[in-house]
């Protein structure tokens, strides 16, 4: 029988290529992406499969240190390292975005040692100005531009509204389930959540909709959700790409309610504006309002204000704060993002990784303190 | 610390700097009570500062400064302890630490060198070169000096995008353009002038010239024995370049620098008396033991180009809009770096006069200056210089050149190990010797 609902999300959690090489045999061409900033609705318009590059936090890096420094960002390196062993040889494209230092110059090696038939790189701006929002409206029609030469045809307006319009329809879904986490105990867990998530992004668009309509359906009839915990968590910080940290802070009696991390709330919640100019409505959801600390928002901490908000509207009573080593634009908000919260009478945890989860017993001890704490 | 000693300077011009370039080593002179000050970072360009007559300094060069005077670990660890990861930039966290520090004691560290830094009024960031640059102005306003900032933002084309492509030339131009527009409109409202567009063209012409003679000094180097080395060039070329561009008297220095660099290279006078090794250097010097190439130097090995704080072909403008000039030559100078290769490189588009140099611009120095390896430091803080070494490595290793990576910091010297690394300076030279020996026989 078919898997359905959080049985078949974890299934594409843990096969998390399956889907694609599947997609890959009947002829469709796969795009993977790096990073949130080129609107996958573009490729999804363009007919083609964007999938969401992951690293495998389980595998150690080994053979990427031929081509790039040990010290950069670990989950980049782990990408990369995966496409060097061939694990990402379904690729028929490759797109990244100057995110960050570590994406902006791993474009180049990973196009020098590893080309793929069509790779962009689109280029993001630092701060948030007139002249920078103009400058990223223009690179999307740039993207959209080569997008369309690889796809072979251009892409349609409806058709780019009708991609817009459904991964909208996601985002609603993802909110949907986001709000069966303010209950208490939440009806789906931090980790479920998780896994839906991180099995979207190596699903087209449809795909993605109809399996967040089967969790949603079951998350709300089943009898046995998450039991009753002693704390409620908001889990913030840099990529988090694997469960396995949610699930020790869930087995550690806390229920992980919110997240404000890339593969979450900062790239399922809210919408892109359709009609009109659909580029614009990507500047503004992709880059104005994206929460990323690469970008700068002004020195006043109330840029933290969403943060503050979301942890409310969770009740969430303390901030996991995941930090992966030499992540610098994460770790340069650190100092502010921790006073704002405190002055907002949130605790917060930091826990550091270097993208291998090998301190997970050290990180139980004092997640397990923090619940003690905060309870 | 003993293992750590400062460079012995081989040019005449070059232990005259400090005096030659007073304006700037006497820089308290420059602050005016009640004045507005600026702390800018590399990448804001000098000559808008000049035209603004507006005074400013430099908290990455004091991050040098600090190492060199062996007191930066004190202004680290104070940033770490205030929160700031041992990760981040050591010129960050030495800025981060010394102002900390400052407000803590409500007057100048005085374990600080120079008399510290002026207290600023404005704060200005540039986007190019790295991530923490952007948010390291952020950190420190709305940590400890809640006074405006203001970023300037160029962005550079991918390696795979044609910049000399009209459309790509636009695209980048009109931000660069916006941006410094922005600058100017920013500057006005915090000095209360206006941009002075006489004195904003002087500065670019003397900018110019500078960068002339600067070209001229590294076409000069390629000569064999070497007439100047890297440990001349960070300690007399860095400031004036990075932080005088644009000013009269840093011209005049570098007039005096190519003629005496010119006479040695007419006489044959080289760094060291017995040149048997050339390499490249890549990477940030290790500002706090300076005395590393004249270390490296006693064993026979002598640096006659480096990688960082690169100029390039001087590129002609038309100074009949100051302002637009600077676009045009920030753009010229992108779209030159580029050429030669860019897909290990920083962000290039700079108002400022430096970026690094492409892949197969290293690959033809190995030709030009007859490079036998490449020495690459690997700045664990820095990143994003030291990002692109294993590329080049292998790079160099198609020409048959070998290179040797070794770690530590550019101004945190706890990182830095004397016998470790020159155990692998000592193994490398046995290496490179032995494969000069078989291509002799061969």
């Known amino acids: 029988m078919a898997l359905t609902g959080l049985a078949r999300a974890r299934a594409l959690y843990e096969a998390r290529d399956d889907r694609a090489r599947e997609l890959k045999a009947q002829g469709k ?43 950069g960002c670990p989950f980049v390196r782990n990408t990369f390292d995966q496409a060097v062993k061939g694990r990402y040889d379904f690729l028929d494209g490759v797109v990244m975005a100057h995110s960050c230092d570590s994406v902006q110059r791993m474009y180049g090696i990973w196009t020098h040692y590893r080309p793929a038939a069509f790779t962009h790189m689109v280029n993001v701006p630092h701060t948030v100005t007139p002249a920078s929002e103009r400058f990223f409206h223009r690179e999307l029609g740039l993207f959209k531009e080569r997008v369309e030469a690889f796809a072979g045809a251009p892409i349609d307006d409806r058709a780019l509204e009708a991609s817009i319009a459904l991964y909208n329809r996601t985002r609603e879904l993802v909110w949907e389930l986001y709000q069966l986490r303010k209950s208490n105990p939440p009806l789906i867990s931090g980790a479920e959540m998780l896994e839906v998530l991180i099995a979207g992004g190596g699903l087209p668009a449809a795909e993605f909709e109809e ?81 990323c600390p690469r970008t700068y928002r002004g020195t006043d901490r109330s840029r933290f204000d969403y943060l503050i908000h979301a942890a409310r509207q969770f009740q969430a009573q303390g901030v996991v704060l995941y930090m992966l080593s030499f992540c610098d634009p994460h770790k340069l908000d650190l100092v502010d993002v921790r006073r704002y919260l405190e002055d907002a009478g949130l605790p917060s945890l930091v826990l550091e990784d270097d993208y291998t989860l090998t301190n997970l017993e050290s990180m139980r001890t004092r997640i397990q303190a923090f619940v003690e704490m905060v309870a | 610390m003993s293992e750590l000693r400062r460079a012995q300077k081989s040019l005449e011009t070059v232990r005259r700097a400090k ?40 908290p990455e060069n004091f991050g040098t400064l600090c190492a060199a005077k062996q007191v930066a670990t004190r202004f680290c660890e104070q940033a770490e302890a205030d929160g700031f990861s041992q990760d981040l930039c050591s010129y960050l966290r030495n800025n981060v630490g010394y102002v900390s520090r400052a407000v803590e004691l409500g007057a100048t560290p005085p374990e600080a060198p120079g008399g510290g830094m002026g207290t600023p009024t404005m704060l200005l960031g540039s986007g190019s070169i790295c991530d923490p640059r952007i948010k390291w102005f952020q950190a420190l306003s709305s940590t400890y000096l809640p006074i405006p900032v203001f970023h300037i933002d160029p962005m550079s084309p991918p390696h795979d995008v044609d910049p000399r492509d009209p459309r790509i030339a636009a695209h980048y131009t009109e931000l660069l353009r916006e941006t410094v527009q922005d600058q100017v409109a920013f500057l006005e409202r915090q000095t209360g002038r206006r941009l002075d567009l006489g004195r904003l063209r002087a500065a670019l012409a003397n900018a110019q010239e500078m960068i002339a003679l600067l070209w001229e000094i590294q076409e000069l180097r390629r000569a064999v024995p070497c007439p100047m080395g890297s440990e001349d060039f960070f300690t007399g070329a860095v400031v004036p370049l990075l932080f005088m561009l644009g000013e009269p008297e840093a011209t005049e220095y570098f007039r005096c620098l190519r003629d005496e660099v010119r006479d040695r290279v007419a006489r044959g006078v080289g760094v060291i008396p017995d040149e048997r090794y050339r390499f490249l250097w890549m990477g940030l010097p290790p500002w706090y033991n300076l005395g590393f190439f004249n270390a490296v130097g006693e064993l026979g090995a002598v ?24 676009v045009e030559r920030s753009w010229k100078r992108a779209t030159w770096i580029h050429d030669w290769g860019a897909e290990v490189i920083p962000e290039n588009c700079s108002p400022s006069g430096f970026s690094a140099p492409g892949t197969r611009l290293i690959r033809q120095w190995v030709k030009d200056y007859r490079l036998d390896g490449a020495v690459m430091h690997r700045t664990r803080s820095c990143r994003a210089v030291s990002w692109g ?44 010797e032995a494969s000069k020996r078989e291509a002799a026989r061969a």
């Open chain 1, 211 to 291: 399996l967040l309509r089967e969790v949603t359906a079951e998350v709300t009839s089943r009898p046995d959700g998450p039991g009753a915990k002693r704390a409620r968590l908001l889990f913030y910080g840099c990529i988090n790409d694997d469960v396995t940290l949610i699930r020790l802070i869930e087995e550690t009696s806390a229920h992980v309610v919110m997240d404000d991390t890339c593969i979450g709330a900062r790239s399922f919640l809210g919408r892109v504006t359709n009609g009109g100019d659909p580029l614009a409505g990507f500047v503004r959801y992709y880059f104005t309002g994206f929460q």
């Open chain 2, 303 to 326: 640096f006659p180009i480096e990688t960082v704080y690169y100029v390039g072909a001087p590129v002609e403008i038309d100074l009949s809009d100051p302002l637009e000039a600077l």
């Open chain 1, 29 to 71: 061409r796969i795009v993977g992406y790096l990073c949130y900033f080129a609107p996958p609705e573009i490729l999804e318009a363009a007919g083609l499969v964007p999938y969401r590059i992951r690293g495998d936090i389980r595998e150690r890096v080994t053979d990427a240190d031929q081509y790039v420094e040990p010290y």
């Open chain 2, 19 to 58: 005096e030659m370039l007073g304006t700037f080593y006497r820089r308290q002179e420059r602050r005016r009570e009640g004045a507005p000050l600026a702390w800018c970072m590399a990448g804001v360009s000098s000559e808008l500062l000049y035209a603004f007559d507006l005074p400013w300094e430099w």
């Open chain 2, 389 to 432: 070494q294993v590329h080049i490595k292998n790079q160099l290793a198609e020409e048959g050149v070998p290179s040797l990576i070794f770690e530590s910091d550019m101004a945190d010297p706890r990182s830095w190990s004397q016998s470790v690394i020159m155990g692998q300076v000592r193994g490398f030279l046995g290496a490179v």
